[in-house]
Each structure stands twice: as C-alpha cells, then as structure tokens.
C-alpha cells in the first residue's frame, strides 16, 4: 500500500505539481518538468505523506533531506516553511519562504505564507507589503485584498482601505454582502465616512438589498451615540474647569 502511494505522488511530482507544495488556499501553479534526483524526489514524497497524516515535524525532516540533495526546489523550501508556520515556528517559516522566492519570484502561495506569518506576529506593515505584491501579481485575489483592507483598517489607514475597497470591486467583487463585510469593518472601527461610502455604494448599485439600510441607520447610530458623548464630555470639561464651580 506505501509502494501504491509512493507511485500515486512521483506521479503527481513528474506532473509538474509537486514545484508547489499544498498551500493554505490549496492553489496550484504548473510547474515545468525537469529531470529530478531519485532520492530528493523519495524524501519529497515521505514528507508529503508525512504532511497527509498530519505530522509536521516528520514532514520538516523528509524535506530538510531533500532540500540537502537539490537547492533548487521553491516547492521543496515552501512545502517546509508552511510545516514551520504549522508548528508556529513563524521566523524560520518567512526565512525558508523567501528562499523559494528567491527561486520563484512570483510564487503567491509564498507570500501568502509570508503575509500570514507577519499577521501572527504582528508585524501588520511587513504583511500589508506582502500583500501589496500580490495584488500585483493577481489583482483578483479578492481574499489577499480583503486581509489588506482588514490591516489598514487596523493601523487607521482608512483612506487607504477604502482604496482597496473598490479595487476589490473593480476586480470583481460583486457579492453585497462581502461588500457590506468590509463596510462593517470600517464601522467596527468607527471610521464612519468609510463605512458610510461603501454603504451608500452598495445601496447605489443593489437598492432593493435590505440589509444595507440596516447598516446605514447603524452608521448613523453609532455616529450619533459618538456626538453625544463628545457632547457629554465638553460639558462635563466645561464645569468641571468653570471658575463659578
């Protein structure tokens, strides 16, 4: 049964899959054939059966061997760094993902890996670059733009987020209600011009879509709630500093 397997993935491998291992949004990119070392390719597919039962460090050891057998692998490299972000070892992962760029420059499933290990460790302006190149690369990856909002969102680069709102939308994000998800977004942050635009957007181009009323009588409310306590506290500042208190 192991030999079968075996079979079943240098199959896999000599179609040109294996040049990219399993990613996290399991995408893959041909690969052009080449002539391969045996015993890389045997070690390659050990840690790929490793991954399969879910044993990450035997995987990282098959891999580690192939890597000493053939330096020119971006898979090879990216298959053990999406190992290290799986054992949360976050450094050496970004590490072993830009050795396979250095060999694959354009290799997303790469700096997707990168992107999402500078979120883990929140180094959110290291991850909004990463992303920023891969909307260059593929500027319909509406989920790599939706975590690029996200994190502008989060470092209050608001004018720049809603940037990335409607290239989503020129890029094909037609669902309203991811439209209004991003919009929420904004709200959550109490960036309400932002939230107010996508709303007004969206209300624009689906009218008889009921939940953005909703969110706009929200904006509103919370805009609202917001002026009242700004209200509440200059008066309390006011008496509290009053020279008749």
Same mark, same amino acid.
């Given at each position: 049964?192991?030999?079968v397997i075996k079979i079943s993935? @240098?199959?896999l491998f000599l179609a040109g899959m294996i040049g990219c291992s399993a990613s996290r949004k399991m995408v893959k990119s041909p690969q052009p054939l080449k002539k391969y070392n045996p015993e890389a390719m045997d070690h390659i597919i050990d840690g790929a059966i490793a991954d399969i039962m879910g044993s990450p460090k035997d995987a990282i050891v098959n891999y580690q061997q192939a890597a000493e057998i053939d330096t020119s692998s971006a898979g090879v490299y990216l298959a053990l760094a999406e190992n290290y972000y799986f054992i949360e070892e976050l450094k050496t992962s970004i590490r072993l993902a830009q050795k396979a760029l250095r060999i694959d420059p354009e290799n997303v499933d790469a700096l997707e890996l990168m992107a999402a290990c500078y979120e883990k460790l929140r180094n959110y302006r290291? @991850?909004?670059l990463v992303y920023k190149r891969i909307e260059q690369l593929q500027p319909?990856?509406? +989920?790599? !733009?939706?975590r690029l909002a996200s994190l502008q969102i989060v470092t209050r680069k608001y004018d720049d987020a809603l940037a990335t709102y409607y290239s989503m939308v020129r890029n094909g994000l037609d669902a309203p209600d991811f439209r209004l998800k991003v919009g929420n977004l904004f !709200? +959550?942050?109490r960036a309400f011009p932002q939230a107010e635009k996508i709303?007004?957007?969206?209300q624009k181009q689906y009218p008889e879509y009921q939940d953005v009323y909703l969110a706009? @009588? @929200?904006?509103e409310k919370a805009r609202g709630d917001t002026r009242s306590e700004e209200r509440r506290v200059g008066k309390e500042c006011r008496s509290r500093w009053s020279p008749y208190h």
């Amino acid at each position: 049964k192991r030999h079968v397997i075996k079979i079943s993935f @240098a199959l896999l491998f000599l179609a040109g899959m294996i040049g990219c291992s399993a990613s996290r949004k399991m995408v893959k990119s041909p690969q052009p054939l080449k002539k391969y070392n045996p015993e890389a390719m045997d070690h390659i597919i050990d840690g790929a059966i490793a991954d399969i039962m879910g044993s990450p460090k035997d995987a990282i050891v098959n891999y580690q061997q192939a890597a000493e057998i053939d330096t020119s692998s971006a898979g090879v490299y990216l298959a053990l760094a999406e190992n290290y972000y799986f054992i949360e070892e976050l450094k050496t992962s970004i590490r072993l993902a830009q050795k396979a760029l250095r060999i694959d420059p354009e290799n997303v499933d790469a700096l997707e890996l990168m992107a999402a290990c500078y979120e883990k460790l929140r180094n959110y302006r290291s @991850a909004m670059l990463v992303y920023k190149r891969i909307e260059q690369l593929q500027p319909n990856d509406l +989920q790599s !733009l939706y975590r690029l909002a996200s994190l502008q969102i989060v470092t209050r680069k608001y004018d720049d987020a809603l940037a990335t709102y409607y290239s989503m939308v020129r890029n094909g994000l037609d669902a309203p209600d991811f439209r209004l998800k991003v919009g929420n977004l904004f !709200l +959550q942050s109490r960036a309400f011009p932002q939230a107010e635009k996508i709303y007004l957007n969206v209300q624009k181009q689906y009218p008889e879509y009921q939940d953005v009323y909703l969110a706009l @009588a @929200a904006t509103e409310k919370a805009r609202g709630d917001t002026r009242s306590e700004e209200r509440r506290v200059g008066k309390e500042c006011r008496s509290r500093w009053s020279p008749y208190h």
